[in-house]
């Protein structure tokens, strides 16, 4: 039995920062503040991945935050 949890132990992390937002002067930025991917029009992308850096908490509420910000910023009513 003990093989059998050992076996199924794993941990499991939440990425973030995988295709971080920046400025324009920002070389290793991928998409800018609203979530636009720098050289592809059309195409955001707004999830844990564009966090400039790797929370102190769970990403969980954090991407919903930033989500819903650049939601409301690029569809003003």
Known sequence: MLDTIEAG?????????TVPMGGPGDEWAVVDESGAVKGVERLRVVDASIMPEVPSTVSNATTIMIAEHIARRVYRA
Do not use: D, E
């Open 9 to 17: 132990i794993s941990t499991y992390g939440h990425p973030t920062s």
